[in-house]
C-alpha cells in the first residue's frame, strides 16, 4: 500500500511540473504574438 502512495505523490508531482510548464510556454507564446492576448484554455 505505501507503494501506491509514493506512486502517487510522483505522479502528482510530474503533472505539477507539467502545469508549470504549459503556463510558462503560454506566457512566452502571448508575449511573442503567437497566441493571441484574450486566449482562454477550456
Known sequence: MERLTVIGFV???VGVAALVH???LTKTLKE???LAENY???
Open 11 to 13: 505522479f502528482g508531482m
Open 40 to 42: 482562454m484554455e477550456e
Open 32 to 34: 511573442k504574438g503567437i
Open 22 to 24: 504549459l503556463e510558462k
